[in-house]
């Protein structure tokens, strides 16, 4: 079976621009959360969706939003990049909303320049 | 005050020791406890859950939960080259988000 998936990999960006990261869950899983991870430090939580719906958000600003799809799969945007933005971009998936076992993707290394 | 705190290393240990790792925390509402191992610009690993208080072995690994004294550990018997990573720890009081440490880096050396 396919776990997390994530794409892109690796990307570089420019300040101000916009960036789209993508996630596939573990079949069967229907909850997304989002991470970023800073160089260093352990991951931060960004936001959490079930059913399509968001069911928490950390500490982070407007620029970044989220969604997920009917087949659970889910997106990240992140508007204005500031060069703190750079980060490794971590997906993990359960099985349900308060399921208390998560598991991450390889994640999406982004760079800001 | 951070949520969880946990000393970042690193740690260097003769291969077939005995490892410990250790996390404190200072939410009293944490009640889903977990380790991760993440390699090099890799995706963490899920190795340990625990729920609320006790022990829980897994071959060489076993994790520690003191919520009297908000302290979790997880001890690494027999250590191999292989483990050499950072390994951290993660904790909720909801289930849905984690909060997590900042990581301990681990080499074991052959």
């Known amino acids: 079976d396919a776990g997390v998936t994530q794409s892109p990999t690796h990307l570089i960006k420019t300040r101000g621009q916009h960036v789209t990261l993508r996630c596939s869950p573990i079949s069967g899983h229907k909850s997304v959360s989002w991470y970023q991870q800073v160089l260093g430090q352990g991951p931060q939580f960004i936001f959490q969706y079930y059913e399509k719906e968001e069911r928490g958000r950390g500490n982070f600003p407007d620029r970044f939003s989220a969604r997920q799809f009917p087949n659970y799969s889910s997106e990240l945007n992140v508007n204005a990049l500031l060069l703190g933005d750079s980060a490794l971009y971590l997906c993990?998936?359960?099985?349900?909303?308060?399921?208390?076992?998560?598991?991450f993707g390889e994640g999406s290394w982004l760079t800001v320049v | 005050q951070k949520e969880v705190e946990q000393d970042p290393g690193p740690l260097s240990v003769p291969e077939g020791a005995i490892v410990s790792l250790n996390c404190t925390y200072s939410?009293?509402?944490?009640?889903?406890f977990m380790w991760y191992r993440q390699y090099s610009r890799k995706g963490p690993e899920l190795l340990m859950y625990?729920?609320?208080?006790g022990n829980k072995e897994d071959g060489r690994f076993t994790a520690q939960v003191d919520k009297s004294s908000k302290y979790i550990s997880l001890f690494i018997r027999d250590s191999q080259p292989s483990d050499s990573a950072t390994y951290l720890c993660?904790?909720?009081?909801?289930?849905?988000?984690?909060?997590f440490g900042t990581g301990t880096s681990l080499t074991v050396i052959p």
């Open positions: 939410n009293s509402a944490f009640q889903y």
């Open positions: 625990t729920y609320s208080s």
């Open positions: 993990a998936s359960s099985q349900g909303q308060d399921r208390n076992t998560i598991y």
């Open positions: 993660a904790m909720s009081n909801t289930g849905n988000q984690f909060y």
